[in-house]
């Protein structure tokens, strides 16, 4: 008999902040029999925002698939699910963090991430926010790459060192792996 201990699913939810919620929902995922791969919670306005990725059999991602829409009623969460598979990584050469701050113009995040994609450069984890600093409304970003062994690391921190004086933000680059 084929085992489908494999099988994954990703779980988001999203509601008013509140207490409890992280504990009804790992109880939830627990109670069910799935294991938790993978998480992250954020505070987005005065909305909370969870998204999981759980691994189990079958019959423990089913459970969940059952049950979660139920739960998010009772605690007045929005709820989301789709099953995927382990994510197999391409190959890279590197990954970096990079950190911007600046003043806060609108399209500077989609100018980035557009460059990104252009490079062929794959984003695993982004945060952005804004702050008021001598009354003036500024953003941070932070966002972690993968750079892929066909892209020249040099031209390409190059042409984003170009990017950045263009949007005038200042920027600290780290390789991280």
């Known amino acids: 008999m084929a085992t489908f201990a ?3 699913l990703v779980l988001t939810a999203i509601g008013e902040d509140r207490p409890g919620i992280v504990s009804e929902l790992t109880k939830l995922v627990s109670d069910c029999h799935c294991n938790i791969i993978d998480s992250r919670i954020a505070i987005l ?3 909370f925002t969870f998204i999981m ?3 189990g059999d079958m019959a423990a991602l089913c459970r969940v698939e059952h049950l979660l829409p139920l739960k998010g009623m009772e605690m007045g969460l929005l709820t989301m699910m789709k099953r995927t598979s382990q994510h197999i990584p391409g190959e890279y050469s590197a990954g ?9 113009t609108p399209g500077t995040l989609s100018k980035f991430t557009g460059f990104f994609a252009e490079q062929n450069i794959s984003i695993c984890s982004l945060k952005s926010d804004t702050y008021e600093e001598n009354e003036q409304l500024m953003m941070r ?3 972690e790459v993968n750079i892929p062994v066909e892209v020249d690391s040099d031209e ?8 950045s004086r ?3 933000v200042d920027y600290i680059f780290r390789r991280i792996r």
Do not use: A, P
Request: proline residues 0%; glycine residues 6%.
């Open 6 to 8: 494999n099988q994954q």
């Open 45 to 47: 306005g005065n909305e």
């Open 53 to 55: 990725l759980l691994s």
């Open 96 to 104: 970096y963090t990079l950190e911007y701050h600046g003043v806060d």
């Open 141 to 143: 970003c932070e966002i």
């Open 156 to 163: 390409f921190k190059m042409k984003f060192e170009d990017l």
């Open 166 to 168: 263009k949007l005038n």
